[in-house]
């Protein structure tokens, strides 16, 4: 049709009798000389976008290469290993503790000035999570926790973890035997040492005071512990005793106790810890050890720009260190809706049909869609406690969390933009996620 229209015209223009083949040929030529600079602007596209993905790529593997080769050399020279109670030096002056979510450290209160290192289990140190006095009777009876066939008495527990042990409610929960590294901690400590279970639970399930390092990468956990190792990763709150406790123990670790670390907690199935519920009210609460702990039923205070993360069962949780134990983040409502536009679209929006680009970057461009991370070396952040998310995005935004790869420097422009209340909203929504892929229920309430 578009060929006679054509041949139509040009008798007209020139009083010709023209063949309709030679217009036929003639428009076929001139689309196809269209259609061809289409594809070589389309195939310029592709290269260039390949050509700068491939630069990017080759400028991270030189840069984690080099990172790599700093730290085999400091791998290479003799550590003195320093009682686990040894503060960490740290130079916190430049950060801006005016935007630190103090709720995901469980304090109201921003740190000193010339606030000194906490530090853990130094003798004469009292007890963070000290409990009530309980008559002899009440220490010894036996215990029990849902779903385990285990006793323990409080008597028990708290001689388990004064040691420095590990309370194990649930041995089919992980991989038997345990090595010694979880149980007992770095052999090169002796009597000072401080088992990675102590803290991190049996099975690495944690609480929200600390990291939950059970279904992480291998790959992952090692670079963590290589970190705290060389001095690249602290909190920037020098109040957080167990961050330095980290640092000691990562210090006298072995390469040989990092693997086994790593890939005994590897091996752990991540399970759901975390109840997410949208309130404007919460019960009162006392800080314990960083941990809010509810002090009345009734919800009588105001969640204000906060989460308040408490355990579902104060002793089962608290007292008796119950691996399964779950944990209830109340949010501020609306809270979860809010950090899905920054989490999925990086807070971008379109105005007037115009795009405008959000503050920080999609997490799933790094973490997966799913948000279940990418092995060898990129976390899982779906059903993660939010208290501790908050801390590490905030270490990682003031320079106090460092990396031996590229994959902190890349974090830390992610997250430089964000607020307090971006920290609320992100972490409320990644708390609230499956942790099954193939799972489409939501752990969120509302009140």
Request: charged share 25%; aromatic share 4%; proline share 7%.
């Amino acid at each position: 049709m578009r060929a006679r229209q054509l041949l139509i015209m040009r008798q007209k223009d020139t009083g010709e009798n023209v063949p309709i083949t030679d217009v036929v040929k003639s428009s076929l030529r001139g689309r196809q000389k269209q259609e061809g600079g289409i594809v070589k602007h389309r195939v310029g596209a592709v290269v260039l976008a390949v050509v700068c993905f491939t630069l990017g790529l080759v400028v991270q593997r030189t840069y984690d290469a080099w990172h790599a080769d700093r730290l085999q050399l400091a791998n290479e020279q003799p550590v003195t290993v320093k009682p686990v109670w040894t503060p960490a030096q740290v130079d916190r002056s430049k950060i801006d503790f005016s935007k630190q979510p103090l709720w995901a450290w469980g304090a109201t209160e921003p740190p000193k000035l010339d606030e000194k290192q906490a530090v853990q289990f130094a003798p004469g140190v009292a007890p963070a999570a000290p409990t009530a006095n309980l008559s002899p009777e009440e220490l010894n009876r036996g215990r029990h926790v849902e779903g385990s066939r285990i006793e323990f008495s409080i008597a028990g527990v708290r001689a388990a973890t004064n040691r420095g042990g590990i309370v194990d409610w649930f041995p089919e929960d992980h991989q038997n035997p345990i090595p010694d590294i979880i149980t007992r901690g770095p052999a090169a400590l002796g009597k000072d040492a401080k088992a990675c279970g102590l803290c991190h639970l049996s099975d690495g399930s944690g609480r929200p005071e600390n990291a939950s390092p059970a279904g992480l990468p291998t790959e992952y956990i090692m670079r963590q512990l290589n970190d705290f190792k060389n001095d690249l990763r602290h909190s920037s709150d020098p109040r957080k005793g167990n961050s330095n406790t980290m640092v000691m123990l990562a210090k006298a670790m072995t390469n040989e106790e990092m693997r086994a670390a790593a890939e005994y907690f590897a091996a752990v199935k991540w399970r759901p810890h975390e109840q997410v519920i949208e309130t404007d009210l919460v019960s009162k609460t006392r800080i314990q050890g960083e941990l809010f702990i509810p002090t009345a039923k009734e919800l009588t205070e105001p969640i204000d720009k906060r989460i308040i993360e408490v355990p579902a069962d104060v002793e089962a949780n608290q007292t008796l260190r119950n691996s399964r134990g779950t944990w209830i983040a109340y949010v501020p409502i609306g809270a979860i809706q809010k950090g899905k536009d920054l989490v999925t679209l990086g807070g971008m929006k379109i105005v007037n049909g115009q795009i405008v680009q959000g503050k920080t970057t999609p997490c799933g461009t790094c973490h997966g869609i799913d948000l279940m991370g990418v092995p060898p070396d990129v976390p899982p952040l779906a059903g993660r406690s939010p208290s501790y998310m908050a801390r590490e995005i905030f270490d990682i935004q003031q320079g106090a969390r460092n990396g031996s790869n590229s994959n902190v420097q890349l974090m830390r422009m992610v997250v430089a933009k964000l607020e307090p209340e971006d920290i609320i909203n992100i972490t409320a929504y990644l708390a609230s996620l499956p942790v099954e892929r193939q799972s489409q229920d939501r752990l969120v309430l509302r009140r």
